[in-house]
Nanobody, 119 residues
Framework: QVQLVESGGGLVQPGGSLRLSCAAS????????MGWYRQAPGKQRELVAV???????TYADSVKDRFSISRDNAKNTVFLQMNSLKSEDTAVYFC?????????????WGQGTQVTVSS
């Protein structure tokens, strides 16, 4: 059974920092691209950052230079360091694991963790 468990969300003031973690189990972690997505109220889910198996990283323009994604294959964990947080970063943040194998896409989601940026 695949599980992605996010942690580290919470309430933070504008300009503050948070570090999200996502612990994966039930998959061969190193075979998967790992990503963070977010969904604000009334909006579609959007990509925040993704790190490939080879640690190639892509960021959404809105978070470049503020957020940093990393992975620890030994601990089956992906992290999202969020600095200089803004009110518009408020959303539920979801962890995603994805791979393509034999022409099939395998994708899993965590339950999400709430991040609220407010004074």
């Amino acid at each position: 059974q695949v599980q992605l468990v996010e942690s580290g969300g919470g309430l933070v003031q504008p300009g503050g920092s948070l570090r999200l973690s996502c612990a994966a189990s039930g998959i061969t972690f190193s075979n998967y691209a790992m990503g963070w997505y977010r969904q604000a109220p009334g909006k579609q889910r959007e990509l925040v950052a993704v790190i490939s198996r080879e640690s190639i990283i892509t960021y959404a323009d809105s978070v470049k230079d503020r957020f940093s994604i990393s992975r620890d294959n030994a601990k089956n964990t992906v992290f999202l360091q969020m600095n200089s947080l803004k009110s518009e970063d408020t959303a539920v943040y979801f962890c995603n694991a994805a791979r393509v194998w034999a022409g099939l896409r395998f994708e899993y989601w965590g339950q999400g963790t709430q991040v609220t940026v407010s004074s």
